[in-house]
């Protein structure tokens, strides 16, 4: 047989395996042949050198919000394409009905990703519950609350219309009764419930303290977000979670106080899975400039330690990057860290950043990074064995990566509507130099070559998780 794709010389890493020395067959898409003998391909590619990784998934990924869907697919799945990502997770915000807008929503997305994408639908108000059963039917399987909004603090930007440059913003207030509604309902389909646990009064209570004090900068934003905060909502959420024996998937931890209130959750009986960001394992409150500014924000440098700890103790399923496709002009504000919005881009930094902090440094292995980039966001949000690993019959979603590549991180070589990053300037040793989608390159040596629209919406049905 003469294969599509044979990639050989191949150091690949097979997650929960270990490192296998093979040739990789490739034919349709899909990954057909292990072999140590030639491969007959109308392409080949020589990985002589490095290390062939699943294709990463990142289960956190904001656009569509400052500009439509239709535009936004394209730009950040271009970045996504750079990093070595393969599969991004919109984490969907509607100030409307699902059942009128979640098709329009599709329909423009799928004739923009270059790399495969799903959904992840937002409970944002109570006529929202009666729309889940829509969203399981379109293959939306994981629901995002935001116990952090409420009141004075409650106000957020939507995704935009596709094809609109008006930007919809709207006030939420997530009470008791709209979360345990949630939990109840989503558990009904075995579902995942993903939650930003923060609690909103002590935010606005010590908010307003550190505005009186005329505090500014990344330490005064993290003071005013204590991780006590955290701590609490992860207890309440659980405790509402065992209940219901509802799974929950709790995203962008970075603090000490919310791994602690997981470790205690966790032996109370609670299923919980659990994602940090690049950006905790990198940046702390030392960092000069409110371009880091988040939510949840950044923390101490023991914070950081703890991260990275909890990574290798397996406390810490995933890696997402929570990233936010908005430019510099936007993000700042009036120059001050209460004007200047939350979040950054970061879907191009990922894997560079675990390749060269992580495994260059000696922290984390390179299978360890397969596990938390790919192979767990898979299996938990219900794309294994399609995604997430190198196995006969996956998608031959694929990334070649070069632990000796160094290069200085620039707005330019990321590619994303963004015009700025936290990582600028910063030497990361260790990158993607091969994305590929399906059979099908989509970056190479930096160059992205993928086609608006090859991206596959995938659609999950719910599984088991075991309670």
């Known amino acids: ?34 072999t140590p003998d030639e491969v007959q391909a109308d392409k080949r590619i020589d990985a002589e050198g490095l290390y062939v990784l699943p294709g990463a998934i990142d289960p956190h990924v904001h656009y569509g919000v400052y500009t439509p869907i239709d535009k936004a697919a394209e730009s950040e799945s271009r970045s996504a394409a750079v990093g070595g990502v393969t599969t991004m997770m919109r984490m969907f915000r509607l100030y409307s009905s699902y059942k009128q807008k979640l098709k329009e929503h599709l329909d423009a997305s799928k004739r923009s990703h270059l790399i495969d994408y799903s959904y992840h639908a937002s409970i944002l108000m109570p006529e929202h519950l009666d729309e889940i059963a829509h969203c399981i039917k379109a293959g939306i399987t994981s629901f995002k609350l935001y116990m952090n909004l409420k009141g004075e603090i409650g ?38 419930v993903m939650v930003h646990a923060e ?19 990344l330490q005064a934003w993290s003071e005013c977000r204590p991780s006590r905060s955290e701590y609490d909502s992860i207890a309440k959420i659980s405790s509402w979670a065992r209940q219901d024996k509802c799974t929950l998937y709790l995203p962008h931890i970075g603090s000490s106080g919310a791994i602690d209130s997981i470790i205690n959750e966790r032996k109370n009986g609670t299923n919980i899975f659990v994602e940090t960001c690049p950006h905790y394992l990198t940046h702390s409150t030392d960092f000069e400039s409110i371009t880091a500014k988040v939510v949840p924000p950044i923390r101490s440098k023991e914070d950081v330690q703890r991260m990275w700890q909890a990574l290798k103790d397996g406390t810490v399923n995933c890696i997402g990057t929570d990233h936010v496709a ?70 031959a979603d694929l990334v070649l990566v070069d632990l000796e590549k160094e290069q200085k991180v620039t707005p330019e070589l ?54």
């Open 1 to 34: 047989m003469t294969f599509d794709v044979g990639i050989v010389n191949a150091r690949i890493v097979v997650p929960k395996v270990g490192i296998v020395n093979t040739n990789i067959a490739i034919k349709d898409g899909k990954i057909k042949e292990f």
């Open 155 to 192: 106000t957020i930007y939507m995704d935009m219309e596709p094809y609109s440059n008006t930007m919809i913003s709207g006030n939420v207030s997530i009470d008791d009764s709209l979360m345990q509604s949630t939990i109840k309902t989503v558990a009904g389909y075995d579902g995942i």
């Open 199 to 217: 609690d909103p009064d002590t935010c606005a209570r010590e908010m307003a303290r550190e505005k009186s004090e005329d505090k500014n900068g």
């Open 326 to 395: 908005n430019r510099l002009d936007m993000k700042m504000g009036n120059g001050d860290i209460w004007s200047a919005l939350s979040g950054f881009p970061g879907i191009a930094t990922m894997l560079p950043v675990l390749l060269s902090e992580g495994v260059n440094k000696g922290r984390i292995s390179i299978q360890k990074v397969a596990e938390l980039t790919s192979f767990n966001a898979a299996e938990i949000f219900g794309m294994f064995p399609k995604k997430g690993t190198i196995a006969i019959d996956s998608d």
């Open 414 to 467: 990321l590619q994303s509507y963004s015009n700025y990053t936290i990582y600028d300037g910063m030497k990361i040793r260790g990158w993607p130099v091969l994305t590929m989608v399906r059979g099908q390159i989509v970056m190479e040596d930096g160059q992205v070559i993928g086609k608006s629209g090859y991206g596959e919406y995938i659609a999950r049905k719910p599984k088991s998780h075991g309670n």
